[in-house]
């Protein structure tokens, strides 16, 4: 869950210098630090950049690099005041966006253009046409369906927005019915799953609600501010109480797991099974993460979850009645038609 | 400039193409390139260095290809297909962003939202450089609250390769695990779109073995993705994304199951919340995409669900509690 900014490619830092170039000709004069906090880069990286480009230019008609063909800054301005201007520049030209660049954002566009904040100011067709114009080539082919926005969902981007209590009823993943009220700090969206997190007033203590598990929700009066020691990335942490359980898995599910998954939880690769320990809060979610994998697990130890796991789905089966029919058609090919595999 | 021994950087070295290249109206051939442009003239000299200057050349045209810089070739007449005699140009009109493409600060506001729904994986470092341009316009952003954003994970391995050739318009093959089954077979596709649609990711293509288009669902490609070396078969038409997205939203609204599940317990809490869920008499009416998925959904929920309908996903449901007592009675 955490947001790790992969380390920067030589492309990236190309992108920078590209667009960087027109930037600071616009500008005319600006300073270091306020060039770096648009590009949000530290004032030490915006030097080393100015450099690079003061001291870059075009080969000349005889292939050399000359006084004439080169970028040139007002070197005591920079070196003295820490001012960037440039008093010569071969190049000044603002670089379009690459076919895949153009795309993630005209998706991204698609999943946050229902935001009824932007609807009304913002002509979400005209915006987008404008960043296909802007590509080298035609976008990528991308495309995402707008979520839509549940009753729940809209009451408590209202909390958010507006700092207020949120009362709401929740079943827990034992299945418990609990009414909490809670003081609201953010409310994500990861694919499709929403969470609040947030003070709980009943527990005294941060915690993080899915949206699903959510029966309703209402507005209650403000909001308090709650000292938080916690780090907002992550969404799930595990209680030192939770019990420790090794199960073996297909190789390739393990990323169907990865919200069970601590950072520190092992995992070992045996051929084709992954050998993963998880720390678990109760047995009940062991059936959960079972059948999540269509039931191709094995709980290894400890013997009481292996036993846990069993009784659980002796009891769906003895509630859902009748004998399974091992002819009929598997569930797949009914669904997903001709069109699919 | 000239003689230092200096080692270049790569972004250095990039950049110095770019301007050079931008600068050019007949274009420059290799040999200018290399001996000229800073980053390759120092090594140029080297004549052992000269083939590994060469290959990093070639290396640093698709680097800026996949950046947007539209690099072109140009063959000198009479000599079409001779490399020694090409020239290499990056045409100022197709570089540079349009005049009239400006935004607004809601615009850019709601930009930097759009890139912040991919908060990691391939798409998420093409829309952080899709944003370091945005920047060369000098939009400031406004001291409004950008509030929250909905993000998208591109957590499946098979994201990044696909994108790729799909960009490049590239054959590719993987193994695909199909629903129903046990082992994975091996698909050759000519990939067309991804899409994301109820919460997983798609990819459309022609499937090349058996002559047809065919939807697939990233998490059940179980290996990597590799390229055939064959160019596409065939190649996405602009309104392609928005069909296939269509199709899939026909396919969800039409796939139903009935489904009771225990009052008040999370199954009847969650399954109320799916979108498109009603209430019947029969049950609570679930839509889905692809009902083995939704077996699996249903199958976590033990003895809170019962499955009315169809036959299928009833079966499908049992098999998964059936297997695990199997696996640990």
Known sequence: MANRPAPLKAQDKLAFLLALVPYLIDQVR???DVAAAHFATTPDEMRKAVMLIAMSGTPGADGTY??????????????????????????????????????????????????PEFAARVDIVELMSKLARGATGAPAPFAVRAGELAAIQATLVDAVTARRRVRIDYV??????????????????????????????????ERTFLLDRMA??????????????????????????????????????LPLIADYRGPSDPVRIEGDRAIVTLRIAHWGILGRIAARLAGGVEIIEPVSARLAVADWARAALAAHGDETDRDADDATDDATGSNSV | MAASARRVPVEERLFSLVLALLATEQGLTKAEILSTVSGYATRFEVAADRANLE?????????????????????????EGDTKLQRYRIPRSRYQLPDDIVFSPEE???????????????????????????????????DAVIGFAPSIRTRDAAHEPLTA???????????????????????????????????????????????????????????????????????????????VLDELAALWRSTVATVRVRPGSEADVVMRNRPGTDEAEAGLQVHATDLDILADELAAFGADVQVIAPPSLRNAVRLRWEKLVQTHG
């Open chain 1, 30 to 32: 600006v300073t270091v």
């Open chain 1, 66 to 115: 000359t006084h004439e063909t080169l970028f040139d800054i007002d070197w005591d301005d920079f070196e003295q005041r820490d001012l960037i201007r440039f008093r010569a520049a071969p190049m000044e030209d603002k670089p379009r966006f690459s076919s895949r660049e153009a795309a993630a954002l005209l998706a991204g566009l698609q999943r946050v253009a229902a935001r």
């Open chain 1, 172 to 205: 827990t993943t034992r299945g418990e019915r609990k009414v909490r009220e809670v003081d609201p700090m953010s409310f994500d969206g990861v694919d499709d799953a929403w969470y609040l997190r947030g003070w709980c007033l009943t527990r005294d203590a």
């Open chain 1, 216 to 253: 309703s929700a209402e507005l209650l009066g403000p909001a308090e501010v709650h000292e938080t020691a916690g780090d907002s990335d992550e969404l799930f942490q595990g209680a030192s109480t939770d019990e420790r359980v090794t199960l073996s898995m297909p190789l390739a599910g």
């Open chain 2, 55 to 79: 290959r990093q050349f070639e290396r640093d045209k698709e680097e800026l290809r996949e950046l947007g810089v539209p690099l072109e070739t140009v063959d000198a007449t009479g000599a």
């Open chain 2, 108 to 142: 850019y506001a709601m930009l930097t939202l759009a890139a912040q729904v991919w908060r990691e994986g391939s798409l998420s470092t093409d829309s952080r450089r899709a944003l370091t341009k945005l920047q060369s316009l000098g939009v400031r952003l406004d």
């Open chain 2, 165 to 243: 050739a799909t960009d490049r318009g590239q054959q590719v093959t993987f193994p695909y695990l199909k629903p129903g089954q046990t082992a994975a077979a091996h698909r050759t596709v000519s990939p067309l779109a991804l899409v994301f649609h109820e919460g997983r990711w798609h990819l459309h293509g022609h499937d090349d073995r058996v002559d047809a288009r065919r939807t697939f669902l990233l998490r059940r490609i179980v290996g990597p993705v590799s390229l055939t070396g064959s160019p596409a078969t065939a190649r996405p038409t602009a309104d392609e994304p928005a069909r």
